[in-house]
């Protein structure tokens, strides 16, 4: 299948700070990325989509100027995590669709442990 | 407000028997469902799924049942093997969405004890 490539896989930083976390697709080219937030023993929370040259689209409740999405190309898209606070740490996961609009074209990162001090 | 259900977190089963897991959706305009495994350190991939056209789809060992009256369906796995024991995550889809989100559920943890 096709692979997604996400890093760093965990990072600890200082309140603050901001994070960056990248997400690549390594074999294929993916227009659309979409980035999750999950917390211990709940679901994967669709935070935004990320469109390739334009501006990402973001679920309600998410903070579009605390979680800054670039997609720059086909196959890099980003997720800056800017001036972090305890309350942000969590586990972040990306998502690329290889083709199509169904689920089984979801292919996803390994994800991303942050944990802010 | 969770779209999609998984009410039991974890669940052990002995070697060669079978694996139910559930899921339930509270939204009637899913018409599109999909199950993936997780394992730890490593991104949800998909695993089998059925339109609502359907009330059942299998795929080898695995299939899935749905029943749209009940807004339920189920992931079988027969027989279970060590090496399924993973996270498996319910997903549901509005496919006539333009905006297709594919949205999930907490996850239940399957351990098959050898």
């Known amino acids: 299948g096709a692979v997604v490539s996400q890093h760093p896989s965990w990072v600890i930083c200082k309140s603050g700070t901001s994070v960056k976390i990248e997400c690549r697709s390594l074999?294929?080219?993916?227009?659309?990325m979409f980035w999750y937030r999950q917390f211990p023993k709940q679901s994967l929370m669709l935070m935004a989509t990320?469109?390739?040259?334009?501006?990402?689209?973001?679920e309600q409740g998410v903070e579009k100027d605390k979680f800054l999405i670039n997609h720059a190309s086909l196959t890099l898209s980003t997720l800056t995590v800017t001036s972090a606070h305890p309350e942000d740490s969590s586990f972040y996961i990306c998502?690329?669709?290889?083709?199509?609009?169904?689920?089984?074209?979801?292919?996803f990162g390994s994800g991303t442990q942050l944990s802010v001090l | 407000d969770q779209q999609v259900k998984q009410n039991s977190p974890s669940l052990s089963v002995q070697e060669g028997r079978i694996s139910i897991l559930n899921c339930d959706y509270t939204?009637?305009?899913?018409?599109?469902f999909l199950w993936y495994k997780k394992y730890p350190a490593e991104g949800p991939t998909f695993l089998i799924s059925?339109?609502?056209?359907?009330d059942k789809n299998e795929d080898g060992r695995f299939t899935v049942f749905l029943n749209k009256s009940a807004k339920h369906l189920s992931l079988h796995i027969v027989p279970s093997q060590p090496g399924d024991s993973a996270v498996y995550f319910c997903?549901?889809?509005?496919?006539?969405?333009?905006?297709?989100?594919?949205?999930f559920g907490p996850g239940t943890s399957l351990s098959v004890i050898p």
């Open positions: 998502s690329a669709r290889a083709g199509g609009r169904v689920g089984e074209k979801l292919f």
């Open positions: 074999d294929f080219q993916a227009t659309t």
């Open positions: 990320s469109n390739e040259g334009s501006k990402a689209t973001y």
């Open positions: 939204n009637s305009m899913f018409d599109y």
């Open positions: 059925i339109s609502s056209i359907k």
């Open positions: 997903a549901a889809q509005r496919r006539m969405d333009s905006y297709d989100k594919v949205i």
